[in-house]
């Protein structure tokens, strides 16, 4: 029996993020940020079904699901919170509904305290349900995405790999048909920043795409093109709309520089040591700390400071 309480203490209880997304986040949301009722609950619903889902892929799966986001995450709280599970959090609750909350101005410094609270329940949740797999069927938006973007995931695999012991590490691209720049229904118009008429105002889970990200695949259409970026979630908090954007500056020879990542056709680079906070408002601020960079990645970081600082 005392070997039975001890197991009762112990072993995760993947109720801690029910009861997280159910009522205290929504409390929280409500009470202390000013959140819609009907929002707050909404949003603790997306997360928890998210939290499902990512629960329900591979384990290998997740890791690339996080890599995107791991440089972005690395001195969130809980500071003794490992970074694989910082990530997840992310990938999870910060990318959830809970944009939406953000991007209309509902919760703005609430966002970080929601998302550092959720690292005890998510971490028990998964957990949970390594130990005890549920069969779910509900909605998943990680589900299918290797297969519609080969490249995308062989990149964000590369990195997973590449994390160890940073520098670099070989990518060979699956050939794939090229995907064509969205039409129709997947573009959007957002009004231009007040604070800056060259930024655009747009969530960054809207699964469309504004005129700042289309002028950035129609340049990557011309070859040669490095494209850099504070992080790669300023293209977007949606996974399936990074992964296609991965997709086809990938399909089109382009080279992705962030502040801790270099990614080519050929290859992927990881910045050693410890990572540098990226810059959303300056992306050349952190790709200039050439510390921990090495080989081409720290000669094209220093070619590209260069190219910005330059009249």
Same mark, same amino acid.
């Given at each position: 029996?005392?070997?039975?309480?001890?197991?009762?203490?112990?072993?995760?209880?993947?109720?801690?993020?029910?009861?997280?997304?159910? %009522?205290?986040?929504?409390?929280?949301?409500?009470?202390?940020?000013?959140?819609?009722? %009907?929002?707050?609950?909404?949003?603790?619903?997306?997360?928890?079904?998210?939290?499902?889902?990512?629960?329900?892929?591979?384990?290998?799966?997740?890791?690339?699901?996080?890599?995107? $986001?791991?440089?972005?995450?690395? %001195?969130?709280?809980?500071?003794?919170?490992?970074?694989?599970?910082?990530?997840?959090?992310?990938?999870?609750?910060? *990318?959830?509904?809970?944009?939406?909350?953000?991007?209309?101005?509902?919760?703005?410094?609430?966002?970080?305290?929601?998302?550092?609270?959720?690292?005890?329940?998510?971490?028990?949740?998964?957990?949970?349900?390594?130990?005890?797999? +549920?069969?779910?069927?509900? &909605?998943?938006? $990680?589900?299918?995405?290797?297969? /519609?973007? &080969? /490249?995308?995931?062989?990149?964000?695999?590369?990195?997973?790999?590449? $994390?160890?012991?940073?520098?670099?590490? &070989?990518?060979?691209?699956?050939?794939?048909?090229?995907?064509?720049?969205?039409?129709?229904?997947?573009?959007?118009?957002?009004?231009?920043?007040?604070?800056?008429?060259?930024?655009?105002?747009?969530?960054?889970?809207?699964?469309?795409?504004?005129?700042?990200?289309?002028?950035?695949?129609?340049?990557?259409?011309?070859?040669?093109?490095?494209?850099?970026?504070?992080?790669?979630?300023?293209?977007?908090? *949606?996974?399936?709309?990074?992964?296609?954007?991965?997709? $086809?500056?990938?399909?089109?020879?382009?080279?992705?520089?962030?502040?801790?990542?270099?990614? /080519?056709?050929? %290859?992927?680079?990881?910045? /050693?040591?410890?990572? +540098?906070? &990226?810059?959303?408002? *300056?992306?050349?601020?952190?790709?200039?700390?050439?510390?921990?960079?090495?080989?081409?990645?720290?000669?094209?970081?220093?070619?590209?400071?260069?190219?910005?600082?330059?009249?």
């Amino acid at each position: 029996m005392s070997n039975g309480r001890v197991e009762e203490m112990t072993s995760p209880n993947p109720n801690h993020m029910i009861e997280y997304c159910g %009522d205290v986040l929504p409390h929280m949301l409500t009470t202390a940020c000013g959140v819609d009722p %009907d929002l707050a609950l909404r949003i603790g619903q997306d997360i928890l079904q998210r939290a499902e889902a990512l629960a329900s892929m591979p384990t290998r799966d997740q890791d690339v699901l996080i890599a995107p $986001f791991v440089e972005e995450v690395f %001195d969130h709280k809980p500071l003794d919170t490992s970074l694989d599970l910082k990530a997840k959090v992310t990938l999870v609750v910060r *990318n959830s509904l809970l944009e939406q909350a953000h991007h209309i101005g509902q919760l703005t410094s609430g966002i970080i305290p929601a998302t550092e609270y959720a690292a005890g329940p998510l971490s028990h949740f998964l957990a949970a349900r390594r130990r005890n797999p +549920v069969d779910y069927r509900g &909605p998943n938006p $990680f589900t299918a995405l290797a297969a /519609r973007y &080969p /490249r995308a995931w062989a990149c964000l695999d590369a990195l997973t790999v590449a $994390f160890a012991d940073g520098g670099r590490q &070989p990518l060979r691209l699956p050939i794939a048909s090229i995907p064509g720049l969205p039409t129709g229904d997947e573009l959007a118009t957002a009004a231009p920043a007040t604070h800056d008429e060259t930024a655009m105002v747009f969530s960054a889970i809207d699964p469309r795409f504004d005129q700042h990200l289309m002028n950035l695949l129609g340049k990557a259409t011309g070859g040669d093109f490095v494209a850099c970026t504070s992080a790669l979630s300023r293209y977007s908090r *949606n996974s399936q709309k990074l992964h296609y954007t991965l997709e $086809f500056l990938l399909a089109h020879h382009a080279t992705i520089l962030t502040t801790n990542y270099l990614i /080519r056709p050929n %290859d992927v680079w990881v910045r /050693r040591g410890t990572l +540098v906070k &990226p810059n959303s408002s *300056n992306p050349t601020a952190g790709i200039a700390q050439t510390r921990g960079l090495t080989g081409t990645h720290r000669k094209l970081a220093q070619t590209i400071t260069v190219y910005h600082l330059t009249p």
